[in-house]
């Protein structure tokens, strides 16, 4: 596993498909404006429903930010499209399937590596990341995390 992203980093780019199977490239938001990527579990599991239903409701908040919102996990596309539909989520989900991704980021797991880590990377307009919030059991605190960064830097 490479070096975890952390504070003062420049996001690392990456193309991965959203839950209608169309490839997002980072380069088209990365530098030009801020960014929210929340890795989490799995699909329609308790803490992640909780976790994605927040962003959801708090969306717009982070849209008067000027700022995009992505979820991610290795469910597939078809998997993100129930979550999606289920939930009326606004923002895309990508599949990271082979969990290339959240290798790239450093993305931790926990209870002994058996479940994917719940992580939260906030990035500014330049590409930097700005906040690292890694917890497990509190899906709630990301949200809060990322818009008082954003709110504290407006």
């Known amino acids: ?11 690392p780019d990456f193309s991965l498909p959203n839950q209608s199977g169309k490839v997002i490239h ?6 030009k404006q801020k960014l929210v990527l929340f890795f989490y579990p799995k699909d329609d599991t308790p803490g992640c429903t909780k976790e994605a239903c927040e962003f959801r409701d708090r969306y717009a908040e982070f849209l008067e930010l000027g700022c995009a919102v992505f979820g991610i996990s290795s469910d597939s596309e078809d998997s993100h499209i129930g979550f ?6 606004p923002y895309p989900l990508l599949s990271d399937r082979n ?3 959240r290798k790239l980021f450093g993305v931790p797991g926990n209870l002994f590596g058996l479940i994917p880590g719940r992580v939260t990377y906030i990035i ?5 990341v700005i906040g690292v919030f890694n917890s497990q059991l509190d899906p709630i605190g990301h949200i809060d995390a990322a818009l008082r960064l954003f709110q504290a830097n407006h």
């Open 84 to 89: 999606i539909e289920k939930h009326a989520l």
């Open 26 to 31: 980072l380069s088209d938001y990365l530098g």
């Open 124 to 128: 500014d307009e330049q590409g930097i």
């Open 1 to 11: 596993m490479t070096n975890p992203i952390q504070l003062g980093d420049k996001c």
């Open 99 to 101: 969990k290339t991704v």
